[in-house]
């Protein structure tokens, strides 16, 4: 009994296997798509961009590593309508833009990025912004925050990127969302968003800017007070 069940079963393994081996040689070839690595863009409108790689990866506790199915991106605080958004939300509700923009580290390294994402302006008006919301405060993953006055925000068309010189932006630059904080020095740039406080409190201050900073964070002006 034990010896024909062993018998049925090394039969249908090696029919599966003739059939499995078959199915390759009657498939052609254009019908199996191999997926290869995206690779970045070094060059926009005629400008040289540096590499996603060329950055120095100097981040509190290292590199943040989000399980995408499981990520959300809350907004919260002085809103109308608090909102959680999936990855997918955020890439199929806002329209998208691209931009090139210089991060420039305090450290004193740059790099000059072909940016693509959605306005944060946008994902505010969603959620609607109280009228006594002074400060945005963005946290991220590994605890980072950093925070910037409202106008800021809305002014200057801030995009929170999801893609670097036309790749998906890789874990170590801050995978899924990163601020583009154009103008203003690489502290302000929060990598690995998890969540956009609205707030009252113009005195907040986040992580560098806590441990003396400048809170403006501006590029024109000496970062440390
Ligand atoms: N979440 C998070 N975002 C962050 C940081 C960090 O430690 N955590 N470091 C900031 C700093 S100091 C710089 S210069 C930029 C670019 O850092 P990178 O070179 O480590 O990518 O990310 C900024 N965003
Ligand atoms: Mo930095």
Redesign the pocket.
Known sequence: MKKTVIQVAVVVVLVAAVLYGASRFTTPLTTRVAPLEAVEVREYEGEDLSSVYQ??????RGVQKVDIARYRLNIDGLVQNPLTFTYDDVLENYQHYKKTVI?D?VEGWSVRILWEGVLVKDLLAKAGVKPEAKTVIFH?Y?T?TTSFPIEYLLDNNIIMAYKMNEITMPP???YPFALVAESKW??K????ITRIELSDDVNYQGF?ESRGYSNSGDLDKNFFE
Do not use: M
């Open positions: 950055f120095s990866e100097n981040s509190i991060l580290c991220a590994d980072y170590e630059r801050g690489g502290y740039w929060i990598k690995w560098w």
